[in-house]
């Protein structure tokens, strides 16, 4: 997921769904600077872990799904890619198309919006107007197998 952000932009990149920080590390070993990190979390013990972790990092308590009311008093201007470890299928599909929207309206005009699934299906429609999208390769040292879609304005 990490290989689809850029390390040497200065913009701020949003995770969604850090939970532990499995892929806040990726993206950090990628040379993704700490400081320029917003990650949304929900549950707080995750967010109390995420500080203690990537104290460079802002750590926002909050629902994904609600993006621009969550990240309202963060973003001081684009995002240059949105990172989600969120688990979209199993939200029904005008959350999740809801969810890529205001995604994308934070984000740089070509910013990337990462999102895994283990899922066969991609987790949002290929075929969005104004959207393009592209798909990793299956992932099988992935237990169970997953892939990685990324979604663009165009």
Known sequence: MAEYVDPSDTAPVIELGPGTGAITNGLIQRGVDPARLVLVEYNPSFCALLKERYPQATIVQGDAYSLRDTLRHALK?????????LPLVTKPMATRLKLLREALALAAASAPFI???????????KSLPGVSTEASER????????????????
């Open 115 to 125: 999102q895994f699934t283990y899922s066969v299906a991609p987790p949002i429609p």
């Open 77 to 85: 201007g684009p995002v240059s890619a949105i990172v989600s470890g």
């Open 139 to 154: 992932i099988w040292m992935n237990l169970p197998p997953a892939r990685v879609w990324v979604y663009r304005r165009r």
